[in-house]
C-alpha cells in the first residue's frame, strides 16, 4: 500500500533509485572531485534529482524534460548539430531554386515524366507481346504433326462397291465407292426412322463417294465394313449397325458416323483434313 501511494504522488520521483540523464557535450552539472593522496575519486555530494532541479540547473532552451507518474525522469538534449542530407544532385535544375515559383515549368516536368512513363509502357507491352507470342509459338504443331494433319488419296485406285481403310490422325478412315443402288437406297430412306436424322445428300458431298471416321459412337471401336443388317457398317462389340450412309439404324449407338473435313481436288484426288 505504502509503495502504491508513493508512486502515485507527487514526490515519485524522490522515491526512485536512479534518475535518466542524457549528456551530448554539455557542461557537466557537476564536477568529480579527486583525491591525489590515495589516488581515488571521490564522487560529489548527493543532489537532487528531481525534474524540477534538472531542469533549473540546465540550459533552459537547450534542453527538454518529461515525467510521468510512477516513471523516472528523463532529460533530453535537442540536436541541433545534425547534418541535413542535401539532395540538390537528385532534384531537376527547375526546382532548384527554393524561392522560385515551380508552377511556371511544371508542364515542362509533367511532359518528361508522361514521356518516360509512356515509353516505358511501350517497351513493356511490347516486351509482353514477344513472350506471348513465344510462348503460343511453342505449343503449336510441329512441322511433322503438319505433314500428317491431312491424306491424300487417290481416287481411282479404289472399285466400285468397295471401302478401303486408311490412317489417319491416329484413326481407321473409310473410303466407301458406292454403286447406284446403294446411293438410291440411302437418299430413299425416312428421315424420320433414323435415330440420328440426317439425309444422305448431307453427307455425301459426291455421291459416289462416302468418307468417314471408322470410330463407333457408342465406346470408340472400329466396325466393320460391309456387314450388319442394313448393309453397312457392323460393331461386332455391341451390336450397333450403320447403314451405306454411316447412319445409325439399330444399336446401342446414338450418333452416326462422323464425317471428317474432306475436299476433292480434281476427279481423282481426295484431301482429307
Known sequence: MLGFVARSSNLSSLTKATSQTVSLGVKPLLPPVSVHG??????PGSQPMTSSSLAASLPTKAITTSFSIGAPSQVRFVHSDIQVPDFSAYRRKDVLDSTANSRESSEKRQSFSYLVVGSGAVGGAYAAKTLVTDFVSSMSASADV????KIEVKLSDIPEGKNVTFKWRGKPLFIRHRTAAEIEAEQAVDLSSLRDPQADGDRAVRPEWLVLLGVCTHLGCVPIA????????????????YDASGRIRKGPAPLNLEIPVHTYTDESTLVVG
Open 38 to 43: 590515495e589516488k581515488a575519486i571521490v564522487p
Open 146 to 149: 503438319l505433314a500428317l494433319a
Open 226 to 241: 460391309n456387314a450388319g443388317d442394313y448393309g453397312g457398317y457392323y460393331c461386332p462389340c455391341h451390336g450397333s449397325h
